[in-house]
């Protein structure tokens, strides 16, 4: 069978290491776009594990400079490499700094998408397309969400991302593209950003089991969020390019919890209570708030056969474990 080359954009963040490492152990070659900051090194950290000698003939890993924002580079990328699958998980993904980064949300969030789409299309290439969509563009609707449930962003994420998803069915349906948005609820890990929600509240709960902080400050803690494990979303999103036929799944454990109940559940397996440590603050309060999101995962779990087995009470303990490791070792 030959072997399958893959197109990650994102491949530094939390999922796109994951999904590349997927990916390698199921013998894809795998090209990585890289947004490199401004003192010009690229973020590989997440990489670590996958990441080979440049010099090593038989390496399957590609990095390359740039970002989505670069229509020029997108088309030749695409073009040059001929990928069989295109995985875009590239956008500003902090729902609080939209608010703040709406135009550059938007150029990378939503434009990009379509940027990406388009280079697809272009190159008249048979390749599959995963858009990574997210359960913030459910907004207000009533949960539990599903993908027959309506959308009503709240934030400029939100708006952004929903443009995204509307363009990949709208090329889906168009060009007869396979182009799948996969609508992720909340999923994370040991290589969540430090600024999110839960890996601010484990990271806090290390360092203070350390004796090195006392206190950690958050927003509302009343928010219903569906938390699953980022390593199985990573697998979800390659089932869907698996599939017969492109279509739009919600990827959710369809478990809710309260940012209350994941942080006593994270102190707790310190042995801490969480009360003694969290104060709150409402410079982390959003300007629209989205009180809760559940996800129905009955599709994918119907026809994908993907279901989550990590929920959020044992992804807290996963979570804390983790930080007290790094910060011991």
Known sequence: ????????????????????????????????????????????????????DPHDAERRLFLHKGDVTDAGLLNNLVRDIEPDEVYNLAAQSHVRVSFDLPDYTANVTALGAIRLLEAVRAARIDAKVYQASTSEMFGTAAPPQSETTGFHPRSPYGVA?????????????????????????????????????????????????????????????DAVRDWGYAPEYAEAMWLTLQHGAPDDYVIATGRPATVREFAEAAFAHAGLDWRDHIEHDERYERPAEVPALVGDPAKIEREIGWKARVHWDELARVMVDADRAALSG
Request: charged share 20%; proline share 2%; aromatic share 10%.
């Open 1 to 52: 069978m030959p072997v399958k080359t893959a197109l990650i954009t994102g491949i530094t963040g939390q999922d796109g290491s994951y999904l590349a490492e997927l990916l390698l152990a199921k013998g894809y070659t795998v090209h990585g776009i890289v947004r490199h900051a401004s003192s010009l090194i690229a973020n590989t950290s997440r990489l670590d594990a996958v990441y080979q």
């Open 161 to 221: 991302k929903l443009f995204a998803h509307w363009a990949t069915v709208n090329y889906r349906e168009s060009y007869d593209m396979f182009a799948v948005s996969g609508i992720a609820f909340n999923h994370e890990s040991p290589r969540r950003g430090e600024t999110f929600v839960t890996r601010k509240i484990t990271r806090a709960v290390a360092r203070i089991a350390a004796g090195l902080e006392k206190k950690v400050y958050l927003g509302n803690l």
